[in-house]
Structures are given as structure tokens and as C-alpha cells.
């Protein structure tokens, strides 16, 4: 998104307290003909010499386009350091994708002298986007650009506070990152506020690392869920009865969530972990139709994810369905929350995809996030710099994990069960593989034994050859797994969606609930419940696979929703 080099400082317009990259892109100056197309989506808001106009850490109010006097944008952390952003004047407008859904601010903006500005609220800035496309593409970079440079410079957002080769901060720093929130960690052993910080609230090994929220609030080893609920990631939404309930925010479901929420219907979207799903952890995907010089996992799924908060879903993040109660007494679905509060809808799309497999070893739970790992990102390769990591696996994810790894690590094993990669890795990636010096190809292979440092991280494994017997074992702290996965279809136990040996959702098949009406190629035993991408029998377990599923499903949701609308003859 973001492009490298120095930017232009703002001129008239703004004062640029850092630089930034494609400046008049991210901070561009509305026309006087463009404020007034936008005057009908707002409202006059007028602010006196330092007041605030939006709080870091609290919801933002939407877009506020300046119509006279100057904003200063700064940066501020739980530690009471203040940072100088960007000095906003006339024409330009005051937001980033955040705003898209009221979630929490991540710079404070506060009135340098009497202000008077536009403001447009984040359903009517939704409403902006799509009704003036050309200023809306305009705007939508903007924001886009904003929060890449939040991420890229770590202003906004938590602190973490642990040292730089810790796996619990690599793990926190990864669901951040994931989700597209900046953050930025203090190291105690270079960092003289970090230090002191730790000497006040004198941690336990156990309470590392520590998070700083920017109201001050300082949280000990938080979970990830933990640390969702103190950043306010997740929303309220009332007792709002969607038109659909999207559970999987991978590929599919967000296909599924931009399509039908840009043909008006009401969208909800949840999913334990991160948007993007398995294709959101992919270092590159090089073989994704238009993107000829390939595209992160990350990348993809981050506009996805824009768009559809653009067309208005409501997306969850972190938020596990527990169980679905498919009953429809009122005419919806009811699914089960791990909050404790039910979510109804009228019709429910399955896109949990699959959940890593963990291969049969011994104490491998121990070392999962400390060592093990089910993904290769930036963060996890900054662990493994100069040294010697290992790698299981032999489809095309282990192949890009194995090549992205390779640029940071000193030597790459890569220890597969069979006897080559032919059957399971595209062609391109196993010429790139083979012409890589410091990829070792360990065929007839397995981990058989993984052993630990005091303080519980992976410190070396042991594999097995299938041939011979002989076993051999190497001092390596980083092991990653991408030995397939398994569906995620738990939560859909008892209410009567059937799953095929495997446990995936069958679809396409008459059932005694379906009997006498004609079934969608998507829709599963239930009706009313449809599935797409992989967790879908017979899915063709693709990205572009997935996303034509999740637009195609679409059509079949307008007809069951207009079919359950109609009164009963």
C-alpha cells in the first residue's frame, strides 16, 4: 500500500510534524465544489481553542472535514509521551478507516484555534463513500494510506513492553499486526521508560510481556481476548436482528460480507482470531488472478476487510461462535456467543474454514506460540534472524513459508513425510525452492520429539527417518508446522447440519428439513444455512476458489431471505 521514500511536507494546507510517504495522497485538499457535494452527509460542528475533537482510545465520532481554523493531530501512549502527527487546515479532512465503523480513535485531535468543521457521522460517511465514487475513491485512499502509516511508524495503539526475541510479545505483536491495529514495543534492556516501568510494577517471568493501553491501564501477559476487550475491538450491536450472520472471516466470508452488504443487506461477521483466516498469514500469494507480481496474505485480506466495513458489515474480531440453535422459532437463527450474548439472524453462511493440524508429537501444545508456530510472518522471521529454523510440510504454504524464511534465516529445514513435493506444491515454487541455497530438503522424514529451555520455549527437536529409523537432532528454537488443517465445525454440533467423514459441511443435498423445495448448490441440510470456502465438502480449497464461493452464495441468500418473506398461502 504504502510506498518507500521521502514525502512531500504539506504546504498551506498542513503542517507535517513527520514525514510521510505519498503525502498528497493521504492528506489531499478538498475543493470548495467538493465540501458542498459533502454538506448533505454532515453537520456543523464548531470547536474553541484546545478542545478536543476526537480522544485516543475512545470511539471516534466520523469525519471531520475542516472548514476554517487549524487541527493538530498528535500521538499520545500510556507512558505520557505526546508526539507531534500532522497540523490539519482548511479543505482537508480529519479521519482514518477506523472511522468507517466508530471504533476506537488512535491519535487525538484537538482545536489549535477556533475550528469550525463538517462532520460526518461513520454510517453517513459509509453512505459518501458509495454515493460520490469519484471523491469516495479519493477519500477511501486516504484513509487506507493513514492507517498504513499508524502501522508503519507504531504511532497509535498499544505498547508492549518485553524483550525484542520474546515469543509471548511475537505472538501478541502477531494478533495486532493481524488485525491491522498499530502497536510499537519497548525493549527494558535498550529503553529507559521501559526499564522503569518494569521496576514499578516489578513483573514475574509470568507477567511478561506488559501492555500499555493509552489511557495508562497497564495489563500483564494479556490473552488475546483479554487484550481485545481493553483496545474496545469489539462493538456493541444491541439486539439487532441481521439478515445474515457470516462466522469466518477468511476469504470467503469476507467475499461473502462485501457482496451482500453492498446489495443492502444487513451483515454481521465474526471470527475468533483475525480477519484474512489462513490465506491472512501467507507471505505471498503468487498465483492470485491480477496480482502478476504476487500479494501478501495480509494485503489481500486487508482490503477485503476495508471494503466491507465500506458497505457496512458489522464485523466481530475476536468473537468464537459457540454453538448455532437452529430452532428459527421466530423465523432466525440464534448463534451462541463466547461473550454470553446470542447473535440472531436470519440466515446464517458457515465460513470457518479449517484449524491448523497439529501432528501427533509430545508436548508440541507446550510449545505452541513459543517456538511452534502455524504461520510465517515478519515477526516470526525477526525471531529466527541468522538462525537455523525448521519447517514441516510440503504443499504450496509450507513452500512460501520456506522461501519468505529463507531471507532471514540462516539455514531452512524443510522435513517432509514423503518422498517429494511434485504431488502437493505448484511447479514455480518448487523450481524457486530448489535454486535456494539455504533451503535443505529433508525427504521420508518426520518430527518425532521436541525439548524445551527453563523458560518453557522450544529449544531443540528430534526427527526420525521413515526409511531407515535412524533419528538425529538439532539445536532449533523456531519450528513451523503447515501440515494441513482440519474443518472448524464444532460449533455447528446438534443442530442438525450434516458434515461429511471428514467433519466438513456437505451442501447440495436433499435432507428430511429441505424436502419439496429445490436446494442451492451451497445450501447445506439446514435451510437457510449456507457454506462456502474450505470448510465446505468438496471445496476446491483455494483463494480465488473461496472467494468465488463467497459471491456466489449471495444470490442464494436473496432467495431464501425473499422466499421467507413471503405470507403463507
Not at 439487532?240 to 444487513?266: F, H, M, Q, R, W
Not at 518448487?430 to 522424514?445: D, G, S, V, Y
Request: with cysteine; net charge negative; hydrophobic share 40%.
Amino acid at each position: 500500500m504504502a510506498e518507500e521514500g521521502a514525502s512531500e511536507q504539506a504546504t498551506d494546507g498542513g503542517r507535517a510534524a513527520i514525514a510521510f510517504p505519498r503525502h498528497e495522497q493521504t492528506f489531499p485538499a478538498l475543493s470548495e465544489q467538493e465540501i458542498a457535494r459533502m454538506r448533505r452527509f454532515g453537520e456543523i460542528r464548531r470547536y474553541r481553542h484546545g478542545e478536543r475533537l476526537f480522544e485516543t482510545g475512545k470511539p471516534g465520532p466520523g469525519m471531520f472535514v475542516i472548514l476554517s481554523g487549524h487541527v493538530a493531530i498528535t500521538q499520545r501512549d500510556g507512558l505520557g509521551h505526546v508526539t507531534p502527527v500532522i497540523d490539519q487546515g482548511p479543505g482537508q479532512f480529519l479521519a482514518e478507516v477506523g472511522q468507517l465503523s466508530g471504533r476506537m480513535a488512535l491519535v487525538d485531535g484537538h482545536a489549535d484555534d477556533d475550528v469550525e468543521t463538517l462532520l460526518i457521522p461513520p454510517d453517513q460517511l459509509r453512505a459518501l463513500l458509495v454515493a460520490e465514487a469519484d471523491l469516495g475513491e479519493r477519500i477511501m485512499r486516504a484513509l487506507i494510506l493513514r492507517r498504513v502509516n499508524l502501522i508503519q511508524g507504531g504511532v497509535g495503539g498499544p505498547v508492549l513492553i518485553g524483550r525484542s526475541n520474546s515469543t509471548s510479545v511475537a505472538a501478541l505483536q502477531n494478533f495486532l499486526t493481524r488485525n491491522g491495529l498499530p502497536n510499537h514495543l519497548l525493549d527494558p534492556e535498550r529503553d529507559h521508560d521501559a526499564a522503569e516501568l518494569i521496576a514499578r510494577y516489578s513483573p514475574s517471568p509470568a507477567d511478561w510481556p506488559l501492555v500499555v493501553i493509552a489511557d495508562g491501564t497497564v495489563l500483564r501477559n494479556p490473552s488475546e481476548n483479554e487484550l481485545a476487550h481493553a483496545l474496545g475491538m469489539i462493538g456493541q450491536r444491541g439486539n439487532k436482528i441481521y439478515d445474515v450472520a457470516i462466522v469466518g472471516c477468511g476469504p470467503a466470508g469476507l467475499a461473502t460480507a462485501v457482496y451482500a452488504a453492498s446489495e443492502g443487506l444487513s451483515v454481521a461477521v465474526l471470527d475468533q482470531r483475525a480477519f484474512g483466516g489462513q490465506a491472512g498469514a501467507s507471505a505471498r500469494i503468487e498465483n492470485y488472478l491480477g496480482f502478476p507480481t504476487g500479494i501478501s496474505g495480509q494485503a489481500l485480506a486487508g482490503r477485503a476487510f476495508t471494503q466491507a466495513q465500506k458497505f457496512g458489515a458489522d464485523i466481530m474480531i475476536p468473537m468464537a461462535a459457540r454453538s448455532l440453535d437452529c430452532a428459527r422459532r421466530d423465523g432466525t437463527f440464534t448463534l451462541a456467543l463466547e461473550c454470553g450474548e446470542p447473535l440472531r439472524s436470519r440466515a446464517v453462511v458457515v465460513a470457518s474454514g479449517a484449524r491448523y493440524r497439529r501432528p501427533e508429537i509430545e508436548n508440541l501444545a507446550r510449545f505452541d506460540g513459543r517456538g511452534v508456530w502455524y504461520w510465517a510472518s515478519p515477526i516470526e522471521a525477526r525471531l529466527c534472524a541468522q538462525q537455523e529454523v525448521a519447517l514441516v510440510g510440503a504443499g504450496n504454504s509450507a513452500g512460501q513459508a520456506a522461501v519468505f524464511l529463507s531471507g532471514h534465516a540462516r539455514k531452512v529445514r524443510m522435513i517432509i513425510r514423503g518422498g517429494g513435493l511434485g504431488a502437493s506444491m505448484s511447479r514455480y515454487l518448487i523450481e524457486r525452492i530448489e535454486a535456494t541455497p539455504n533451503i535443505e530438503l529433508m525427504f521420508n522424514t518426520e518430527v518425532v520429539a521436541l525439548d524445551g529451555m527453563p523458560d518453557g520455549s522450544l529449544e531443540r527437536i528430534t526427527w526420525k527417518s521413515r526409511l531407515s529409523g535412524e533419528t538425529e537432532s538439532a539445536d532449533i528454537r523456531n519450528l513451523f508446522l503447515f501440515v494441513g488443517a482440519d474443518p472448524a465445525t464444532g460449533w455447528l454440533d446438534g443442530c442438525g447440519v450434516t458434515l461429511d467423514r471428514a467433519g466438513f459441511v456437505v451442501t447440495g443435498a436433499q435432507s428430511e428439513l429441505n424436502l419439496g423445495r429445490p436446494v442451492q448448490s451451497l445450501e447445506t441440510s439446514v435451510p437457510g444455512v449456507f457454506a462456502v470456502g474450505d470448510v465446505r465438502s468438496g471445496s476446491v480449497k483455494r483463494v480465488g476458489g473461496a472467494i468465488g464461493e463467497g459471491a456466489q452464495v449471495v444470490a442464494a441468500l436473496h432467495g431464501f431471505l425473499g422466499d421467507a418473506a413471503k405470507p403463507a398461502l
